[in-house]
């Protein structure tokens, strides 16, 4: 079974710096999806970015980017520029590329932005 | 479009007492995921439709759970005789599967709080 492990229960940045998230995985699997989602307080979980495992280069979306490195099977997640709208908990999930669609979730990272 | 939606939104019941949750899943999605997420904790995965089917019911906690989908659309997520362990955020999502995007995006709906008392 896949496992996902997100160590940093909370975190926080001053307004306009970079922060980054970790997540790392483990799976025997070498085809699969991996994903940053990001859950307000109204519990609306909003997908942040995506990663296809086949793909080498990293997924970058505006002031979003991942670092994925397939070897250590380690997904970390980059905020540059951070803005008060980015305080949420943020969630990194797994999604194998074939068979069940499953998510599998970490525990979460609550990211509070310092003004 | 419309979103996902659930409801109802917040639900309080007594400990013992039946509860139905309804998840209306964006209109042409095939594949429709119940999670669900107790105080603190990340999402843990209960069960997976595709159209009708539910090919993967691996993750309801016990037999008091269970789930149906009619007409490709509309799931209810039934729980009988409630436990106060039961108390989470049940999350809906539908997923358009065999679209153009192999990654199979998940939207998902707000949630509904259960509260068992």
């Known amino acids: 079974a896949q496992t996902v492990t997100q160590s940093q229960p909370e975190m926080s940045v001053q307004e306009a710096e970079t922060v980054t998230l970790s997540c790392t995985y483990d799976?025997?699997?070498?085809?699969?999806?991996l994903f940053w989602y990001k859950q307000p307080p109204s519990r609306q979980m909003i997908l942040v970015i995506r990663?296809?495992?086949?793909?080498?280069q990293n997924a970058t979306e505006n002031r979003f980017s991942v670092n994925f490195q397939k070897a250590a099977k380690s997904f970390s997640l980059k905020i540059s520029d951070s803005q008060l709208g980015d305080a949420a908990m943020y969630f990194c999930a797994y999604r194998s590329a074939e068979g069940n669609e499953k998510l599998t979730f970490g525990t979460g990272t609550r990211l509070t932005i310092i003004p | 479009g419309a979103g996902v939606s659930q409801s109802p939104s917040n639900k309080v019941t007594e400990k013992g007492k039946d509860v139905e949750l309804r998840c209306d899943p964006i209109s042409g999605h095939t594949a429709l995921y119940w999670y669900r997420q107790s105080l603190g904790q990340g999402l843990e995965f209960l069960i997976y439709?595709?159209?009708?089917?539910?090919?993967?019911k691996s993750g309801l906690p016990s037999d008091r759970f269970s789930a149906e989908r009619t007409g490709g659309s509309v799931s209810t997520l039934t729980i009988q005789r409630t436990q106060q362990e039961d108390s989470a955020v049940y999350l809906c999502a539908s997923s358009l599967i065999g679209g153009t995007s192999g990654s199979h995006e998940q939207f998902f709906g707000p949630g509904t709080r259960l509260t068992v008392l």
């Open positions: 799976t025997s699997e070498s085809d699969y999806y």
């Open positions: 439709f595709q159209g009708n089917s539910a090919p993967d």
């Open positions: 990663q296809e495992a086949y793909k080498q």
